[in-house]
């Protein structure tokens, strides 16, 4: 083991901050760096970096410096981009640049996330993951198979909250939505109503996933060599931290995939994407079997946390702005009276406002806020700037959702805003990323989120709860996280609008 010492540390952080600020000079007298904050000497913005809620500290950069913003963490260039249309000059355009992604030490190393697609380079088992996606999940026609499942599970959620509406358990509701529909359609695996030891498992690995991809969270992401201190040193619980995310990962990857190994061998396994892929491609090496065990992860990460937090965030909105509510269901009652059923994925082009009221709950909860950080494979000048090689471009997405040049008034709720002769942008275009790294599950988000709305609106009245005096009690908007932003829990109230409308999510059950 390499043992270092402080006079070694200072050394090497030295010898870092010179060879950047040479760097930088030779290109300054050129093209400058953007605009940002400014920073000490060797370690650069790291102390003004936030540690979260980073989206709050970056939407005030981006109102004081613009839509390009030049941060430094001890050497390491960062560049968040603030704006939809430079987002696509430079990630779409210019995709074959930037479609890279920032080494993290914590993450993709310590905890073992390196396999998965969020945190893959461009290289061959990138395009392997994207492939996959795009076959299964990635168009509109290879979606259609699914739609039975996730209008079924849409029914069966409105369901469960009909014989437990307590908003003490709204979210436990909705974790088992998100993660019966992507685990049924990964893996063939069907959840238990109730509690499931699977979907515990499949959460808290993403849960970790969001915490340790975090940009500028972890300091060993810095400075790696602090990995090789010893674990009894102050300041060093990320190595315990680390472990605890890899073995949980481990079981994640493997229980799974070895259950629906099981059920394919004794013949009772349902089509799910990975049991097509051992059936169609064949999986015969440790490499391929590694590399589908982690399309498999991924997959059901992108889709399951992101589901979930963004249904939460739904109704957290239908319960802070009930006209909203009311106006949906005014459009859904008109059709339910006409066709006499609950509305199915094919009846989207005829709710326009319940297809706004969707795309608005993307933009106002937007729960990957920061989007997860491309890297520059060259030097690049854009718009009379200079991007170094390997710098970290971060779309802020939140502030691309909420900047009030684009969006009139974007603190409210407002879908509206879509809808008549001029409507506002389409939030969805920034939401799920930019260039080669857009989310391969975009559709599926799309498609799950308007389920889960049409027939939750359709079905139920959402109300705000009261305190001991009869005051509504209005909850506050308070998300945390990493990578992917979380509300926190709120009280409110749950019931069936109607008997009649309650029966029509026991038809097929």
Request: charged content about 20%; aromatic content about 10%.
């Amino acid at each position: 083991m390499v043992k270092l010492t402080y006079i070694d540390i200072a050394a090497a952080a030295g010898t870092l901050y010179l060879a950047t600020k040479l760097v930088q000079r030779r290109h300054e007298k050129t093209k400058p760096l953007p605009p940002g904050p400014s920073g000490y000497p060797i370690i650069g913005n790291l102390l003004q970096w936030p540690k979260q809620k980073e989206w709050e500290v970056f939407t005030e950069w981006a109102k004081t410096y613009g839509d390009m913003v030049y941060v430094n963490i001890a050497g390491q260039s960062i560049i968040l981009v603030n704006s939809s249309e430079v987002a696509r000059d430079i990630l779409d355009r210019k995709g074959i640049i930037y479609s890279d992604r920032p080494y993290l030490h914590f993450g993709a190393t310590m905890s073992g996330y390196g396999s998965v697609t969020t945190l893959l380079n461009d290289s061959p088992a990138f395009k392997e993951h994207r492939k996959i996606f795009a076959q299964e999940i990635g168009s509109k026609k290879a979606l259609a198979r699914f739609d039975a499942l996730m209008e079924a599970e849409a029914k069966r959620f409105v369901r469960n909250i009909l014989k437990n509406s307590s908003s003490d358990v709204l979210f436990d509701h909705i974790r088992s939505l998100s993660a019966s529909i992507i685990l049924d359609i990964t893996y063939g695996y069907q959840v238990k109503d109730g509690q499931d030891d699977m979907v515990d498992l499949a959460l808290e690995a993403v849960h970790n996933f969001s915490v340790a991809a975090t940009p500028g969270a972890h300091i060993v992401d810095t400075f790696h060599w602090l990995e090789h201190l010893p674990g009894w040193l102050p300041g060093m619980g990320f190595k315990k931290q680390a472990q605890k995310y890899y073995l949980k990962l481990q079981d994640f990857i493997n229980i799974p995939y070895n259950i629906m190994l099981e059920n394919m061998a004794a013949g009772t396994a349902r089509p799910s994407v990975v049991a097509g892929y051992i059936q169609n491609q064949g999986v015969t090496t440790e490499e391929q079997q590694h590399l589908l065990k982690f399309a498999a992860a991924s997959m059901y990460g992108g889709g399951a946390d992101t589901s979930l937090h963004t249904t939460h965030g739904f109704f957290l909105n239908m319960v802070l702005h009930p006209e909203v509510q009311t106006k949906a269901q005014a459009e859904l009652d008109a059709f339910i009276e006409e066709e006499h059923r609950l509305p199915t994925l094919n009846d989207r082009a005829r709710l326009p406002y319940v297809e706004a009221l969707v795309m608005e709950v993307f933009r106002c909860t937007c729960v990957v806020r920061q989007g997860v950080a491309h890297q520059a494979r060259k030097e690049d000048i854009h718009n009379g700037y200079f991007i170094p090689k390997n710098t970290a471009v971060i779309p802020n997405i939140w502030y691309m959702c909420n900047n009030p040049e684009v969006y009139t008034n974007p603190s409210i709720f407002n879908p509206d805003r879509y809808l008549g002769e001029n409507p506002e942008p389409d939030p969805r275009t920034a939401v799920f990323g930019y260039g080669r790294r857009v989310c391969p599950g975009r559709l599926f988000a799309e498609n799950v989120l308007f389920m889960t709305c049409v027939t939750s609106l359709a079905v139920l009245d959402i109300s705000r709860a009261c305190d001991e005096a009869g005051n509504e009690i209005i909850p506050e908007e308070d998300w945390n996280g990493g990578v992917i932003a979380e509300a926190s829990k709120f009280k409110c109230i749950i019931k069936p609008r109607s008997a009649q409308k309650a029966a029509m999510v026991q038809i097929g059950a």
